[in-house]
């Protein structure tokens, strides 16, 4: 976020400003559209880490899944099918 900021600072610094054709010019060997692809990348991951610990640890209300739930949710969907599958071959 420091070094992007610093291209921005460079950028209108010198006058220029920041538009869409100079966002790829690499100014310290950073340039402005790498810093927001990084920006992307940690929202998304850091997302994806907050819906994981919120279904891993423990809270007052609602199920608390095995750290491992991701990886059988597959597995369970298909168990799932074959106990309704059985359940009406048995009726």
Known sequence: MQQLCAVFGNLEGSG???TF???TETINNYTYVTGLVMLLVSSVL???LGFYLDRVLPRTYGE?????FCFTMCCRRQQVQDENE????ES
Do not use: P
């Open 16 to 18: 220029v400003g920041l």
């Open 21 to 23: 054709s100079n966002a």
């Open 46 to 48: 850091f997302t994806l």
């Open 64 to 68: 608390r899944l095995g750290c491992c």
């Open 86 to 89: 059985f359940d009406l071959q």
